[in-house]
């Protein structure tokens, strides 16, 4: 069974750096084709993409927000780290992780529960 | 990088057919393939079509995605609607880099 985790604060203040953690189970960051993405959903918005890295390391990022964005894995823990720094109050939102499956295709098969942050002083 | 444009609502009653459409603003629809996933209220989205067309495991054949070049969009018709259909429709794809595309989302609501 694949079980995906967001963990990370839920309040953050303007400016700071927030740091989300993705722990995942059921699954392998070294299985070839395999990835972990972020996802965000502002309070009754749409979803937005963040970032996604691979097996291999290979990493991208929404090219609006790669300037704040940083993506980590650390396969022995099997977990994925974002980093997103300079927050303001619009980065609030519900952040999700999600899998990317082995068999090669571009889309998330797996979700986590999400964790709502909110940037507020 | 391109977007995609979704109606912001559709609606229909049980047993009907609806069709929710997602546009490619620049780019061809299909340099990429396109995704559909389904968030009910209070829930994390679920994936429903993957590559264009195929439906993921265990979703029911009233679900069905299509891509027209003529208009640049790729569309996800619900046949037999029922009630539990009621959700947030979002429509993903990606670009030659690899950098991935969420549509804004439609609400589907059963009358």
């Known amino acids: 069974q694949i079980t995906l985790k967001e963990s990370g604060p839920t309040l953050v203040k303007p400016t700071q750096t927030l740091t989300l953690t993705c722990s995942f189970s059921g699954f392998s960051l070294t299985t070839p084709r395999v990835g972990v993405g972020w996802i965000r959903q502002p309070p009754g918005k749409a979803l937005e993409w963040l970032a996604l890295i691979y097996w291999d390391d290979d990493k991208t990022y929404s090219p609006s927000l790669k300037s704040r964005l940083t993506i980590t894995k650390d396969t022995s823990k099997n977990q994925v780290v974002l980093t997103l720094t300079n927050m303001d109050p619009v980065d609030t939102a519900t952040y999700y992780c999600a899998r990317r499956p082995p068999t090669g295709t571009l889309h998330f098969d797996s979700w986590g529960q999400g964790t709502l942050v909110t940037v507020s002083s | 990088n391109f977007m995609l444009t979704q109606p912001h609502s559709v609606s229909g009653s049980p047993g009907e057919t609806v069709t929710i459409s997602c546009t490619r603003s620049?780019?061809?629809?299909?340099?990429?393939?396109v995704q559909w996933y389904r968030q009910r209220p209070g829930s994390s989205p679920t994936i429903v079509i993957y590559?264009?067309?195929?439906?993921f495991s265990g979703v029911p054949d009233r679900f069905s995605g299509s891509i027209d070049s003529s208009s640049n969009s790729a569309s996800l018709t619900i046949s037999g609607l029922q009630p539990e259909d009621e959700a947030d429709y979002y429509c993903q794809s990606y670009d030659s880099s690899n950098r991935w595309v969420f549509g804004g989302g439609t609400k589907l609501t059963v009358l």
């Open positions: 620049s780019g061809f629809i299909t340099s990429s393939y």
């Open positions: 590559e264009d067309n195929q439906r």
